[in-house]
């Protein structure tokens, strides 16, 4: 600890030179919210720290083509404060606002909590439904991942240790397209998801599914994208019908531990209630954008 | 590794001091520039009674590097009171006996502070929400919110 280096570069490529060149644990800052957590419990004990911060577009959002790009370092403050993106992404921007207090809504991104890679992490199932892209730059240059592609384990992603991931893309919307994020916490406010459902809709003019997809949080390893719950709603109204094939095909998908907030069979059944009522809201919102 | 050199305005003052690169701004504030009123709780950004203001926004003094403040401007609990004259959330948390113990007040004044900053009128729901990462282990939080609520209607220049 007594020889951590700072650095705060102003640049995306100055930023890859020093992750590159660094020996010993580096890890990038860009809230710091989990980072300062893991560096002050002795659990993390980085030799480098490289704030991302400084860079220009990190953090603020903008539309492009229709769509948005959110700088990763962007706290939850800000992006909730973005009406347009609120409007086109209510889910997206839930479940990032329900990450922590009105304190670390100030700092906390969605890059870190993409990358401090928990199970539970919520702004990553609704990142998951709206078919998120996030933007990575390295040694070898840019590249752009699907966010589900990152997470690889509790705690481990997929970037290579000197890659940074600088923003994400979310694709312009068709009419009648909305989404949803449902959180499970014992109480109202201030705790980390038992389960997270995470759905993103195209409905047309007759109120039937057209497009779907869902995610489920802290109920396997990763966050999952799942298909198969997906599918149960295209093609359809939210009827019963539809209702039960998801809450099953969501219930199939769970791989989840016992532990302090939730056994396994709890788990697996509140992600089947989750996804239920998740898709409820985002077809109401969808319905009503005609 | 060397002292860091940071330069941010505190208070309203331009402040130029030297930390630790793995020195957080709350031990920077407490041990480097001896404004105390910052407390540490837990440590982990889940007490807020090291709230300070960061360029207007909210945050808690705990989850962040000194270093990072170089070129920001930080309102402390020092910066709260006008010379003698104590902020109307100062004022009401001691009319409506809103502390015990004191140790989360100063981070309960400044999260309040930074709710009327930015909401002027909000709702019993919306202060409770608000402060919902300010613990307090002695009120059971009524007062607390009684406070607020009326330092915010006291603002607005209605009697409560």
């Known amino acids: 600890m007594a020889t951590l280096t700072y650095q705060a570069p102003t640049t995306v490529q100055d930023a890859v030179r020093i992750l590159a060149g660094a020996g010993g644990v580096a890890k990038v800052l860009a809230g710091g919210t989990d980072l300062l957590v893991q560096l002050r419990s002795g659990r993390m004990k980085p030799d480098l720290i490289v704030d991302t911060k400084k860079i220009p577009g990190l953090i603020g959002i903008r539309e492009v083509d229709g769509g948005f790009v959110i700088g990763a370092a962007t706290p939850g403050a800000v992006i909730g404060e973005c009406e347009p993106l609120a409007k086109a992404w209510p889910g997206v921007v839930e479940a990032a606002n329900l990450i922590g207090s009105t304190q670390v809504q100030g700092r906390a991104s969605l890059a870190g909590n993409l990358c401090n890679a928990s199970p539970a992490a919520d702004s990553v199932p609704a990142l998951i439904a709206a078919k998120a892209i996030c933007v990575i730059v390295g040694p070898k240059g840019r590249r752009e991942a699907p966010v589900e592609s990152i997470i690889i384990g509790p705690g481990r992603t997929s970037l290579e240790r000197d890659e940074i991931v600088t923003e994400f893309h979310l694709p312009k919307r068709p009419p009648r397209s909305a989404d949803a994020y449902l959180r499970f916490i014992p109480r109202t406010e201030m705790d980390i998801a038992v389960v997270g459902a995470g759905i993103s809709v195209t409905l047309d003019a007759g109120g039937v599914c057209r497009d779907a997809r869902v995610s489920l949080g802290a109920v396997a390893p990763t966050p999952l994208l799942v298909p198969e719950a997906a599918a149960a709603l295209i093609g359809r109204k939210l009827d019963q019908a539809a209702l039960d094939a998801l809450d099953a095909a969501a219930r199939k998908a769970c791989k989840p531990i016992d532990d302090k907030r939730g056994t396994i069979d709890y788990r697996i059944k509140v992600a089947g209630v989750l996804a239920r009522r998740a898709a409820a809201i985002a077809f109401e919102r969808a319905g009503e954008r005609r | ?160």
Not at chain 2, 55 to 81: F, N, P, Y
Not at chain 2, 134 to 160: P, Q, W
């Open chain 2, 1 to 160: 590794m060397s002292r860091q050199h940071v330069s941010a305005v505190i208070n309203g003052e331009p402040v130029d001091f030297l930390c630790e690169p793995q020195q957080t701004l709350l031990d920077a504030l407490r041990d480097e520039l001896s404004l105390t009123g910052s407390k540490e709780g837990c440590g982990s950004g889940d007490c807020g009674a090291c709230s300070v203001i960061l360029d207007g926004r909210l945050v808690c003094s705990c989850l962040m590097l000194a270093v990072e403040a170089d070129g920001h401007s930080v309102q402390t609990i020092e910066g709260l009171a006008t010379g003698n004259k104590l902020h109307p959330v100062q004022q009401k948390f001691l009319e409506h006996a809103a502390l015990q113990c004191g140790f989360c007040t100063p981070g309960l004044l400044v999260a309040a502070k930074a709710l009327l900053d930015r909401n002027p009128k909000p709702t019993e729901t919306e202060a409770r929400y608000w402060l919902a990462g300010n613990l307090c282990r002695c009120t059971g939080y009524d007062k607390i919110i009684r406070a607020v609520l009326d330092a915010a209607a006291e603002m607005r220049g209605e009697s409560a």
